[in-house]
């Protein structure tokens, strides 16, 4: 997944399975319980870190997604896209792709030019094992600099469940709109434990962003909304849908 280390003071915290709506414990998957080993290396690791650990769970990637329902995210995702773009032929940028669970909905749904983005190369190779995009592309999401992708290309640009600390940080926002066309939108989720566990991604916070992006002509408007993410918990996301300004 791409990542930007988010330099918040709220780093985050594990919280019961109530407050989540659902439970963090999976069987283990290569040898480790994967949610929870990629909570700890968001939280602690530097950049380099969690990048290099995404590449070591490209391996079993796959099986974890199956044993947890984030299939489940992924369809719900591809809807949003479907109903605010029902082309076909639209130009789609998956953002923080991983193994390409979002891209293989929307090509489901019929999309025919979809490319995947990832900043690990064995997730980015593991995608195109299965023929899931048009175009591969292995770069960070930074806030700081451009990604190698030029400006207003995409019709949608969408990231399934990047968000977080350690992870893509809401000030890659007018980086994600840079890369849509006028008139685009972009779509992403926010999956519930950082939403529920650090300010910064909760729905006073995020709210501020994307009024800041309308303010700032960036975007002409934004809708929230909520859908399950992990099927086997029922764990919810926020996703948050923006029209770029033409």
Known sequence: MATQRNTTESRGEFVTDAELGGSYTTANVGGQNVRQSMIKVSLEGTSDQVREYYNEISGFYDEYCESVGKECGAQNMAKIVESVQPSKNARILDVACGNGILGEQLKTLGYMNVDGLDFA??????????????????????????????????????????????????????????????????????????????????????????????????????????????????????????????
């Open 121 to 246: 190369q064995k997730m980015i190779d593991l995608t195109k094992s299965k023929g899931v995009f048009t175009n591969y592309i292995c770069a960070s999401i930074d806030p700081d600099k451009k990604t190698p992708v030029p400006d207003n290309a995409y019709d949608v640009v969408c990231m399934n469940g990047s968000m977080g600390v350690g992870l893509v940080s809401p000030k890659c926002l007018p980086e994600l709109t840079r890369m849509a066309k006028p008139g685009g939108v972009v779509i992403f989720n926010i999956t519930a434990y950082w939403v529920k566990t650090v300010a910064d991604f909760g729905d006073e916070a995020m709210a501020a962003n994307l009024r800041a992006l309308v303010r700032d002509g960036l975007w002409t408007k934004w809708i929230r909304e909520e859908h399950v993410y992990y099927k086997t918990t029922g764990e919810k996301a926020v996703g948050y849908i923006g029209t770029v300004a033409r």
